[in-house]
């Protein structure tokens, strides 16, 4: 672990944590109002607060090093949202729809959640790149 790893990872945990508010806490707030039967009330999700901040800390973690082992010497924003793109469809697309699966979801509820997480990806997935841009022998 070097100092641009561990700076890298900062970055995506608190760039994860803002995408994931805006998401859920502030675009699909009233979806989820909507469903009180499904979702914790936001008192009961503070008290779980910290199981966030670890599941964030592990996304951050992740993404980063799975990036840092298979970035290439191409232009790192292609790099980057094609990144962004292959682990949204790894990760958020087929999360959600097992959630819409097993879950009464609206099915209009789980697109957005589709489209919103998978634009974040994306997004992270280009600052990663820009973290590490350059050569890839330089800081591999």
Known sequence: MDKKFLIAIVV??????????TVHGVLLHADYAQLQNLYRTEEDQMSYMHWMLLAHVLIAAAFVWIY???RKDTPWLAQGIRYGIAIAVLTTVPWYLIYYAV?????MLVVKQIVFDSIGT???GVVVAWLYRGPAAATS
Do not use: A, H, Y
Not at 12 to 21: A, R, T
Not at 103 to 107: C, E, H, I, R, V
């Open 103 to 107: 879950q009464p979801l609206p099915g």
């Open 12 to 21: 995506m945990f608190v760039l994860s944590m803002l995408i994931g508010f």
């Open 68 to 70: 840092q082992q298979g």
């Open 122 to 124: 994306v997004v992270m």
